[in-house]
Every structure is written in C-alpha cells, then in structure tokens.
C-alpha cells in the first residue's frame, strides 16, 4: 500500500534505517567511552539559539541501554516498512523532521511551563514520527490504521505518566509526521501517473511539503527564543 510512495530499497544495500540505528549504536559506545560528548550534543533549551545543531544531535544519543533498545527496536519495525514504500530519501527527511519537531516542542513546552534548564537524549521523537507517517498512510477504516492507533496512544499515555520521559518531544514529532506524510500522500494522490512529467511534479511536492515543515518549525523555534 505505502509502495507507490517511493522506490523499494534494495535488499543488498544498507537502507537509512539500519544506518540510523548503526549511528545510534556508535554514538552509545562513544559517549560511555566520552561522557562529556552527551552534555556537548545533547539537547538543552537555553543553548538551542546559539547551538542549534543540538535539535538534531539529541535525537542519536540515548540515556542508557534499556533506552537506547526500546527506540532501535522500534525504529527497525516501523523504519523498514516506511522506508521501503516511501524511499529512502523521504525516509530520512521524515526521520530528522520529527526529530527536530520533537525537540522544538520541548522547546516550546520549557519557554512557557518549564523548566528550562533541563536536558533531553532519545530518538523517541524522530520514532513517534514515524508513527505519525504511518497513521498518515494507512487507510483509517484498515485494522493496521487501528492497530497503530493504539501503540501510539499506549506509548503517549507511558510517556505521561512515566516522570523522565520528554512526552512533549514525542507529541512534537507524532504531529510532524503525521503533517509532513499526510502531505505527501495528499501530493502523489493529485498528480496524474500517466503524464511523462508526474515523477517532477511529486518531487517538486515532496520538497515544498518539507520546506513547509521544516519552515514552520524554524519559525517556532525564533518565537521561543524571542520571548
């Protein structure tokens, strides 16, 4: 069903998703071996203006091993599947998306609640994305779109209720990718497949749809720290 949004990958190759992982798992050992890269990467509300690289460095770090196993495994069910039908570059843009949306509502959620002075690892935003996407792209009637329903409300409801979990990041990135995925199927839907130029103007789509995106997250991200 997700095919038509992209090429498969081909089975001899690493995808996106296993490199992902593979980074998340390199970074693990380095900064057990480095402790002081995770203060450096992480992501941290007062200095996200002035080191924005920290929106998207945060989401390859992780708090401990149980974390680190819970997001990888996760991320290799539900990345396989959204890689294969939207393509590997759709994948990745969807990936870092969510992760910075994420990290943008904790951003938001410290600037006016609180507390700001607090750090967060975890590629669990970048995840929820992923499941955001697949609510986008299954059908609502079919039992997978249920079926994802509920893992997402279960893991949003442990989120709040569990203290320590950065639910606000995983609100942040649910929203980006269900947005950002509905896009582009709403795009490969409207244009014809039988016109020669069809495969340009999805493209064209494709990237409008993330510069949307990652336009309004920018923009949010300059309204909590003008405030």
């Given at each position: 069903m997700l095919r038509k949004f992209g090429r498969t990958t081909s089975s001899n190759q690493i995808g996106a998703t296993e490199a992902i992982i593979a980074i998340c798992v390199v970074m693990a050992v380095v900064t057990f071996v480095a402790p002081y890269l995770t203060s450096a990467l992480l992501f941290f509300p007062p200095l996200g203006f002035a080191q924005p690289y920290r929106?998207?460095?945060?989401?390859?770090?992780?708090?401990?091993?149980?974390?680190?196993?819970?997001?990888?495994?996760?991320?290799?069910?539900?990345?396989?599947?959204?890689?294969?039908?939207?393509?590997?570059?759709?994948?990745?843009?969807?990936?870092?998306?969510?992760?910075?949306?994420?990290?943008?509502?904790?951003?938001?959620?410290?600037?006016?609640?609180?507390?700001?002075?607090?750090?967060?690892?975890?590629?669990?935003?970048?995840?929820?994305?992923?499941?955001?996407?697949?609510?986008?792209?299954?059908?609502?009637?079919?039992?997978?779109?249920?079926?994802i329903l509920v893992l997402v409300l279960i893991n949003l409801v442990y989120g709040f209720l569990v203290p320590g979990v950065a639910w606000q990041a995983h609100v942040g990135g649910l929203v980006a990718g269900l947005v950002l995925a509905a896009m582009w199927k709403f795009a490969a839907t409207h244009t014809r497949p039988s016109t020669v130029r069809a495969p340009k103007k999805r493209a064209a789509a494709d990237i409008l749809s993330l510069i949307v995106v990652l336009a309004a997250l920018v923009g949010l991200a300059f309204v909590v720290y003008a405030i």
């Open positions: 929106f998207l460095t945060a989401a390859f770090l992780h708090s401990g091993l149980t974390h680190l196993l819970f997001n990888m495994l996760t991320l290799y069910f539900l990345g396989q599947q959204l890689e294969r039908g939207l393509g590997r570059w759709r994948f990745v843009a969807l990936y870092l998306a969510s992760a910075l949306a994420g990290n943008v509502a904790v951003a938001l959620w410290a600037a006016f609640v609180g507390p700001w002075n607090v750090g967060v690892v975890g590629a669990s935003g970048a995840v929820f994305g992923l499941f955001g996407a697949l609510l986008a792209l299954t059908g609502k009637q079919s039992a997978s779109h249920r079926s």
